[in-house]
Structures are given as structure tokens and as C-alpha cells.
């Protein structure tokens, strides 16, 4: 049987997968009465997913881990949760839970993570003017410095997203962030260009 890959959120990995993980899915629905006992419903759309799980840490240093969990807690702002098995999500890390009274050696732990709507680009691109317009400046157009200096890497055999990141210092959200076409860190493929800088 096939060993999982580790549970990671942003730049800290589990040293263990989770005991327990779900997706809640929700959908919000306006009821509305009407005479006779009799009510109409409405459909407000999908809402975000809510991913919950528990675990424990245990050993020496069960309770440090612990701490570092904590910390990318604090961190906040949004982040790539990539699980084992199921489709990675772009999530906000909003609650973190001491289970027990903490030991040295065990600490039990629950995490929720909901997952934001990425339907919109929200970084600034830069336009060019259809007309071919250099606004008489007599250069190049805006965004041609940033074309001429993309790097981009050749995915090969047995890579992930994850490995391209650490090989060139830097972290999958970032890859992401240049590569809109990439949904799912997951899913790469041999011979596709990913944009690294």
C-alpha cells in the first residue's frame, strides 16, 4: 500500500497526517413564508467549504510542534492547504483547538480551514494598449521589461509543484500567483512550462 504524502498548509508540513479530516459543503437558502401554511424557498448560491479535522502530536517535542502549528495560525491571510488525497484549496487557517490539557509528550489538536472564492484575479495586470499606442514615449510597451525577464521551468519526470518551489527558494503560493493557469498544485504534467520568476 502506497504511503500518503504529508498534510501541508503554506510552509509548515504535519509530521503526520491528521486522525480525522472532513469537508463540510454548504449552499445558503432563504425561506420565506406564505399564506395557507405554505413557504418558498430561494437559492443565494454555494457558500465556501469548511474543512475540519483533529490529530495528535506525540513524543518528545509533541507539545513544540505544537507551538509551530500555532504560529502559522498567527500568521493569517490566506494560504494553499494540500492534502494527502483530495484537491488542494487556497483556505484561511480560522481555528486552532488544545483538545486536553497539554503534556510533553501528547497534545491533541483540532484545525478548521474555509476555503476562500479565488472566481476573480485579484492581482494588477498590466494593459496594452490594443492600438499598439506607446503613448508617444517611443519605447516599448508596458509589461514587455516583465516578459523579457520571465524564467520558467520544464516540469520532468516525478516532480511536484512543492519540489519546483523549494529547488528555486521559493514557495508554491508564489508559482501560483504567476502561473493562473495552474488550479490545482496537484496536477502538473511532464513537459509543462511553469513560470518560477
Excluded at 483547538?97 to 485579484?122: I, K
Amino acid at each position: 500500500m502506497a504511503r500518503l504524502q504529508p498534510m501541508r498548509y503554506k510552509d509548515y508540513v504535519w509530521p503526520h497526517n491528521p486522525e480525522r479530516y472532513s469537508i463540510t459543503y454548504r449552499r445558503r437558502v432563504a425561506v420565506q413564508e406564505v399564506p395557507y401554511g405554505y413557504y418558498t424557498m430561494q437559492n443565494l448560491g454555494q457558500s465556501c467549504r469548511v474543512m475540519t479535522g483533529s490529530g495528535a502530536f506525540v513524543g518528545e517535542g509533541a507539545y513544540e510542534e505544537f507551538k509551530r502549528l500555532a504560529t502559522v495560525y498567527y500568521t493569517g491571510g490566506e494560504g494553499i492547504l494540500v492534502h494527502p488525497c483530495w484537491q488542494s484549496a487556497h483556505v484561511y487557517f480560522v481555528g486552532l483547538s488544545l483538545e486536553q490539557v497539554p503534556r510533553p509528550d501528547y497534545v491533541a489538536y483540532t484545525f478548521e480551514f474555509w476555503e476562500s472564492y479565488d472566481g476573480y484575479d485579484a492581482v494588477l495586470q498590466t494593459v496594452t494598449d490594443v492600438r499598439g499606442d506607446t503613448g508617444g514615449s517611443g519605447g516599448t510597451q508596458p509589461g514587455d521589461t516583465a516578459q523579457s525577464a520571465a524564467v520558467y521551468h520544464t516540469v520532468r519526470q516525478g516532480e511536484s509543484l512543492w519540489a519546483i518551489a523549494q529547488s528555486r527558494g521559493t514557495t508554491v503560493a508564489r508559482l501560483l500567483e504567476l502561473n493562473s493557469g495552474i488550479k490545482n498544485p496537484n496536477l502538473i504534467f511532464v513537459g509543462q512550462k511553469v513560470r518560477v520568476a
